[in-house]
């Protein structure tokens, strides 16, 4: 193993989950890890070996697999940052070398039914990550009072918002045309952003579609893939529900323009960026009456009761018919958020 090099900058960003998949936490932590590097933080991003991503300065050795990713975190990282202080900001981090760790929200603990069975020895580390931790940081206050709740001080608690990437605007109709004739979309739509993710309810979503599409024809579009740590959806098979799986920046950003609403029916959320994103691009959204999104997005969206049917269709009817108002979601920068995690870390 390389020898740890205290010559380095005070702090060492955990730079792991460059080395996997982009899902949505993830493009939320690296920018605010180059965002808190643009801001002045004497950092550099550690990441294991094989990483690619252009904001890694250093990588480590490494296993496979999530096994091998999770010894790198736990083992690897902290024995060559030693005199350095670990910044993490994917829920988890090294707990022989309590730093800073970045809790977007604690859904495995919320509703460990959603996920597959060993996800529960990952909501367990993410809770002593976050006790062991000097600095907590999480992305809103409804996170900030579940962590209390669970035994976490709240004078080593700083909320850091996240921002709307630049990219989420309204694209050109020529974008908007393009995107609808690849995924055969003919008719007015709305879009769910996440469904794969069971705490996102797409049952509730697609249940709402049925009973307003006997007088409204549309379509129901859902965005995203399968993740191997979500339990199974299961929806009824539907000609007017497209399941796109993933889809790139540009499309993802064409099909909330051309969308007629958003909805975003989730169970529990730490935050909630995609109502924002839509709502950046000219579409009203819809979305559950919980704490993390009345605080993100309750006085721009239209709220509706988890799991309400009927409250469901009522609004996407409305969303359909053009009765929802589409305010401008806050214009927060990750440039914002960057100074503020700086100015949040122990000194």
Known sequence: MTQPDNNGPRYVIDGSFLATRPTGLHRVARALAASAIDAGLPAEVWAPRGTTDPLVDRTLPTGTGRLGRRLWEQVVLPANARGRTIVS????????APGVVLVHDLAPLVGPQWFVG??????ATVLAAARRA??????????RGELVGHGVAADRIA?????????FAPASSAAVEA?????????????????????KDAATAVAAHRQVARDTPHDLVLVGGPEPTFAPV??????????????????LVALLTGAAVALYPSRYEGYGLPPLEAMACGTPAVVS????????????????????????????????????SCPSPPS???RTAGQELVAALPS
């Open 179 to 199: 995107v609808r004739h690849a995924f055969g979309l003919h008719r007015p739509y709305a879009v769910l952003v996440g469904w794969t993710n069971p705490r």
């Open 134 to 143: 000097r600095l907590v940081v999480t992305v809103s206050n409804a996170v």
């Open 159 to 167: 909320v850091v918002p996240p921002a709307i990437d630049d990219r």
């Open 289 to 324: 009456d919980i704490p993390a999104l009345r605080e993100s997005a309750g006085g721009l969206a239209r709220l509706a009761p988890v799991g309400d049917v009927a409250a469901w269709a009522a609004a996407l009817a409305d969303g359909l018919a053009g009765r929802l």
């Open 89 to 96: 900001l994917t829920n988890t981090a090294p707990l022989v």
């Open 234 to 251: 299961v929806l009824p098979s539907l000609p007017s529900v497209h399941r796109l799986g993933h889809v790139i920046d540009q499309q």
């Open 118 to 123: 060993s996800m529960r020895l990952y909501a």
């Open 332 to 334: 927060r920068s990750w």
